[in-house]
């Protein structure tokens, strides 16, 4: 009874531990304008030129840019400076091909994870590219 007691006790206190934060009424522009450091896909062109369904991007502590191409099943892989490097992973089935990549992040260490939903794993590779496993 006395466990009951003090649960009761203890919601029917309010919360003075939660702080309350006022917003400004407006929103502030912020200054300048945005410049393009460099663009990347074109409507005709080279093969790893023409996406489809890039869906998400990350970084690799080098500053290379890396683009989840789902449509495609593939990850690109840019340079700081927006010169295509690499392409890893293709449609299929097997090690080292993507079904349905939905998500794309690279580790502290540089491996480039994609999940893919058409296996229902994390699909890994190494930083040049070359497949390592897949994680279910």
Same mark, same amino acid.
């Given at each position: 009874?006395?466990?009951?007691?003090?649960?009761?006790?203890?919601?029917?206190?309010?919360?003075?531990?939660?702080?309350?934060?006022?917003?400004?009424?407006?929103d502030?522009?912020?200054?300048?304008?945005?410049?393009?450091?460099?663009?990347?896909?074109?409507?005709?062109?080279?093969?790893?030129?023409?996406?489809?369904?890039?869906?998400?991007?990350a970084?690799?502590?080098?500053?290379?840019?890396? /683009?989840? +191409?789902? *449509?495609?099943?593939?990850?690109?892989? $840019?340079?700081?400076? #927006?010169? %295509? &490097?690499?392409? !890893?992973?293709?449609?299929?089935?097997?090690?080292?091909?993507?079904?349905?990549?939905?998500?794309?992040?690279v580790?502290?260490?540089?491996?480039?994870? /994609?999940? +893919?939903? *058409?296996?229902s794993?994390?699909?890994? $590779?190494?930083?040049? #590219?070359? %497949? &390592?496993?897949? !994680?279910?």
């Open positions: 009874m006395k466990k009951l007691t003090l649960l009761i006790a203890l919601l029917a206190t309010p919360a003075a531990a939660q702080q309350g934060t006022k917003l400004p009424a407006q502030k522009l912020l200054p300048g304008k945005p410049t393009t450091q460099f663009s990347i896909g074109a409507e005709d062109g080279e093969d790893w030129e023409l996406l489809s369904r890039v869906s998400q991007v970084f690799d502590k080098e500053e290379n840019l890396y /683009v989840l +191409d789902g *449509g495609n099943h593939r990850v690109l892989v $840019f340079n700081p400076q #927006g010169k %295509f &490097v690499r392409k !890893i992973g293709k449609k299929g089935g097997g090690p080292g091909e993507l079904m349905t990549p939905v998500g794309l992040a580790t502290a260490a540089g491996e480039i994870a /994609v999940t +893919d939903l *058409g296996r794993a994390i699909s890994l $590779f190494k930083k040049d #590219g070359t %497949f &390592v496993k897949n !994680i279910t």
